[in-house]
Each structure stands twice: as structure tokens, then as C-alpha cells.
């Protein structure tokens, strides 16, 4: 049965007298122009670089989308993120583990990040161009340091100097969301270092026992239902996790929540805001921030739907995965093809829409007499 949250939450339940689903609405931060975050110089030259690479391999390798923007998805992430992927492509940094938080860690690739290089046969698949452009953005984002916007942005947010912001996040509890373990936590080590969250624990929920909280600038790990009950008794008001291992995990007494990095598959985001906006949530309204960097892959979708994002949602009751290709398109420079895939999903009709558009209330107690054993036995025994 399928419904959508606006309905259940515009509709009273005749048998209760109390809508079916409790509002909670959502306040979005950073969603015009201004929010869109501005990179150093040395960055945003190794970003451009990182649209140089990913065209070079577009023009050579005829498929595998997600191969040829891999880069740009974790440099839309972090620049954190972006570096260590451009050095195990290279094969600099052979020892790292392979990211099993990451949102991306099944998709198949030529080359696969994270795998120790067994000599130079293992670049085959990249040219000596592409190779070239990985060392100039390499070298670029080696030079641009620990600068990264996104970190000031959101130590802005959690403390209430952010532009646009009244007040301290931290004090209405926050979860902050990466598709990539490297992101968090480097997030979480540099957060640490701050003396704005000294006597603070940050906790960070990710996979392969990997979680566990920073106290007093020093990371230990823990069980990740450790965290889940300090954060339901009150005791933990901070949270990095990752798409990944966060499936489930209901975090009500939390109200805000930051977007470190915006997926390309849209059904991520509504599952993030799911972790807050549920039944339980003490707060009739959460706040959500959705940081990217300006004149990046994510700054300019968001600039081609932007006006129409509500018209899909309204269509759909969620932003639906279909749209994951538009990132791409964007990616390779091909917004006229990412604004016809817009068109079609906005001239399809949910079909689901008129069959599920009444909510009845079911009497379950019921469902004994209507599911007895001998029913059922009778039911099976009968021919196919």
C-alpha cells in the first residue's frame, strides 16, 4: 500500500479523530545562490581538473557513467575525499582500505578504488593524458591544504554564525550525512581539533566497526548501539554517519540535520530526512542544511531543477531514482539531455496514485478470522 506523507499528514483517521501521520514540517537552508559554497583558488582549479579527467575518459570508455564522474562524486563530497581517491587511482596511497561505508563501494568500475596496484600494467586503462590530469589535480588540492568551505559552513551551522541562522544547531541536536567514510571522518577529526567543541563527544556511525566517538581530540571506537542509545537518552546531541550504514536508524530526538555532500541517487536524500522526520520527532518543524560548492556538478543540477523539484515531488511523493542519471549528464556537460530526462519524468504519471489515493482504516483484529489456519490450508492445497 502505498501513500504519501503529505496525504498522511493532510488526512484525519475517522476511527482516531487524529491525522494519520503527525507534521513535521522541514526549513531548508543554503538553497539559493548565496548558499552554494565558494572554493580557494588552488581547489577550485583541482575541481576543473576533475571535469578535465572525467571528459578525457568520456571520450575514450563509451559507457560506464559511473566510472567516468566516480571523481566528481567524491570531490562534490569533500575535497578530503576527492584527494584520497585521486591518490589511490595514482596508486600513492596503495595501503588504504577499500570504503565499505561508501554509497558507491558495489558499483563496478575499470579500476577499482582502493585496491593495491600490482605494478604499472594496473593503469592500462588510463592514458597518459588522463594520468597527467590526475597528478595536476592531485598536486592542486595538495596546495589548497585543509581549506575546505564545507567544514566552516558546517561548524557555522552547528553554532549559529552561519548566515541566515538564529540560532545554535547543536542545541537542537544534529546529524551530519556523507555518502563516504572518508568524508566523515575527516569531518569528525578536524571538528575535534576545534576548541568550539572542546568537552564535546562527537560520534561517528559507520560499518566494518568502524564507529565510535572523539573525546577530548582523541577518536575511540565503540559499538554502533552505543551511539544509537546515548543519542536516544539525550547524551549524544552530535552524529556523523554514512548513507551506508545509517539505513534504519531513527534518530527523532535529533532536529537538524546537514547534507555534508548531495547524493546523485535522489532516494537518499529522503532517506536521510527520514532518520529525523518520523513518528516521535518532539519537534513539529526540523531544520536541514544542504551544503555543495558553487559552480560544482550538485551546484548546477540543483540550478536546473530547482524550479522543479516541487512539482516532482508532488508528482511522485519522493524525488525518484530515475533522476540519478540528470547528475550524470551534468557531469559530462550535457545538460540538454539531463533537461529532456526532467521532461519525461515530469510527463509520467504515477500509476500507484489513483489506486492508493484513500487511506482505509483496516480493523487488524480481524486479520485472525480472515487468515485462520484452515483457510489457509484449504487455500495452498488448491491447484496453481
Known sequence: MRHTRAYLEATINPATGSYFL????????????????????YLREAYV????FSQLLAQRVKGAGFFKTLLLRRLGSSMEAGRRTVAKLLGEEPDAPDDEDDDDADDEAPVQVGRPPQGASDFKNFTDKEIDSLRRCLNLLKQGGNNDPKLEALIGYLLGTQAGVSESWLERGCILFSQYYDTVRWTGDEMAKRPE????????????NRSGFWRDGRFQRCDRNVLKKRVREGD????????????????????????????????RLEQRKGRI???????????????????????????????????IHGLFGQIPDTLEDVWVQVALNDEAAANQLIDRTT??????????????????????????????????AKGW
Not at 237 to 265: F, H, V, Y
Open 347 to 380: 510527463a509520467t504519471r504515477n500509476p500507484f496514485d489513483a489506486k492508493y489515493s484513500k487511506v482505509e482504516d483496516a480493523d487488524w483484529e480481524t486479520c485472525a478470522t480472515v487468515l485462520n489456519g484452515l483457510s489457509m490450508r484449504e487455500m495452498l
Open 22 to 41: 503527525p507534521k513535521v514540517t522541514v526549513k531548508l537552508f543554503g538553497e539559493d545562490h548565496e548558499g552554494a559554497l565558494v572554493l580557494g583558488s
Open 277 to 311: 522526520q518520523r513518528i516521535g520527532q518532539a519537534r513539529s518543524e526540523i531544520w536541514i542544511a544542504n551544503l555543495r560548492y558553487r559552480d560544482s556538478v550538485e551546484d548546477r543540477v540543483h540550478q536546473v531543477l530547482a524550479d522543479r523539484l516541487e512539482a
Open 236 to 267: 549524544l546531541k552530535l552524529l556523523l554517519g554514512t548513507d551506508a550504514a545509517s539505513e534504519g536508524l531513527n534518530l527523532q530526538r535529533l532536529g537538524t540535520l546537514i547534507n555534508i555532500d548531495l547524493p546523485w541517487n535522489p532516494t
Open 197 to 208: 567543541f572542546a568537552g564535546m563527544d562527537i560520534g561517528l556511525y559507520a560499518g566494518s
Open 49 to 52: 581538473e576533475a571535469e578535465e
